[in-house]
């Protein structure tokens, strides 16, 4: 009996932590793509502005800069960093050509404001959704971890003088691994976060 007891112990306090886990949440900028479930992958987004140099830059440069921030000197004192660098370089320049040709012949992943959690995904978008909308979305975690899942739209509602939209969002098909994947990356940039502060005020 004392054991069965203490195993339904163990069982409610691992399903209370898993519940923690799975709610907490981080303010971030990730590399995002995001549609209409059922919108073709290559189709153009209504409402979302052109590509700039900037948004490209910003897309091309974030996974290095995310590396470097997660290595430290470790990265900065390689070889290899300037190589990634140049394809940094050369990725920009094909990219910034190709979008001054035909600005709808590539899309990108682009930098975006969310929430994050492990629920669920909230995030800034120009282009507004409706409740129960399903969303195919695309994000990568840094330095370089890509997440592919469905959300289903909660909650829209219009920005306070600025345009756009906050689209709030649960997931409804996340695989166990990518789930695993965005729980470790709230959890480091909390930490990293934590001990940041720290430090500054040390």
Known sequence: MQTANHTQSLHEASTA????RE?????????MEFRLANEAPDAPQPGTPPLTDDMIAAAVGKPTADLLAKSGDA??????????MKV?????VLLRGMAHIKPDSISIARVTEVNI???????????SFKEADLLSLKMILPPFTPVHTTAKVIRTSPLSGTP???????YVDLTPDDHEHIIRHIIQTQAERLRAR???NA
Do not use: C, K, Y
């Not at 932590?17 to 923690?20: C, I, K, N, V």
């Not at 709610?23 to 590399?31: E, P």
């Not at 959690?117 to 282009?127: K, L, Q």
């Open 88 to 92: 940094d370089w050369l990725m920009e």
């Open 75 to 84: 990265l900065a004192d390689s070889p290899l960093l300037p190589w990634i």
């Open 17 to 20: 932590t898993d519940e923690r």
């Open 117 to 127: 959690s492990g629920g669920g995904i909230s995030f800034i978008s120009p282009r």
């Open 198 to 200: 720290r430090q500054n």
């Open 164 to 170: 756009g939209h906050l689209i709030a969002t649960q």
């Open 23 to 31: 709610w907490i949440r981080v303010d971030d900028h990730l590399l």
